[in-house]
């Protein structure tokens, strides 16, 4: 013992097979789970709000998403490409490695396929967090000890 306190980390808890284990100290505290479906790929979502003068604002949304026609990388870009209304020839994103799994990264989201039919998409909003403490997010997301993921 040193008699130096460990740093609180605050994590997200599970989320359809896989636990977030960050979250950054300064994330909204106001969470929300939802599970939707969009063109034959099941979602899983939880989102961290915050209440502003004029309604809500989203801090951090984290989704799992389960469908056969995300089987590569390049399937789940163009995916979510559509879904998030993106121009995917525009969209700003470089590799990078999640663990052994392919993903791509940009200021405020990166995405990576764990599996065959299996994705994680992180969002966070860039006014509040930077790039790097989106990088520390997507690193601490494990598969749970639960065989869902």
Same mark, same amino acid.
């Given at each position: 013992?040193?008699?130096?306190?460990?740093?609180?980390?605050?994590?997200?808890? +599970? !989320?359809?097979? $896989?636990?977030?284990? @960050?979250?950054?100290? =300064?994330? *909204? /505290?106001?969470?929300?789970?939802?599970?939707?479906?969009?063109?034959?790929?099941?979602?899983?979502?939880?989102?961290?709000?915050?209440?502003?003068?004029?309604?809500?604002?989203?801090?951090?949304?984290?989704?799992?998403?389960?469908?056969?026609?995300?089987?590569?990388?390049? +399937? !789940?870009?163009? $995916?979510?490409?559509? @879904?998030?209304?993106? =121009?995917? *020839? /525009?969209?700003?994103?470089?590799?990078?490695?999640?663990?052994?799994?392919?993903?791509?990264?940009?200021?405020?989201?990166?995405?990576?396929?764990?599996?065959?039919?299996?994705?994680?998409?992180?969002?966070?909003?860039?006014?509040?967090?930077?790039?790097?403490?989106?990088?520390?997010?997507?690193?601490?997301?494990?598969?749970?000890?639960?065989?869902?993921?």
């Amino acid at each position: 013992m040193t008699g130096v306190p460990e740093p609180v980390v605050q994590d997200g808890g +599970e !989320l359809d097979g $896989f636990r977030i284990g @960050y979250l950054p100290p =300064d994330v *909204a /505290d106001l969470v929300s789970d939802f599970a939707s479906e969009w063109e034959d790929v099941t979602f899983t979502t939880r989102v961290w709000e915050r209440q502003v003068e004029d309604g809500h604002r989203v801090d951090l949304r984290v989704h799992v998403l389960r469908g056969d026609r995300l089987g590569a990388l390049a +399937e !789940l870009r163009d $995916f979510l490409a559509e @879904y998030h209304e993106r =121009d995917n *020839a /525009d969209w700003a994103l470089t590799d990078f490695q999640h663990g052994e799994d392919p993903g791509l990264i940009g200021a405020a989201e990166a995405f990576w396929l764990a599996a065959p039919g299996v994705a994680v998409n992180v969002l966070v909003d860039p006014e509040r967090f930077p790039a790097d403490t989106l990088r520390a997010i997507t690193q601490r997301i494990t598969a749970a000890a639960s065989p869902r993921a």
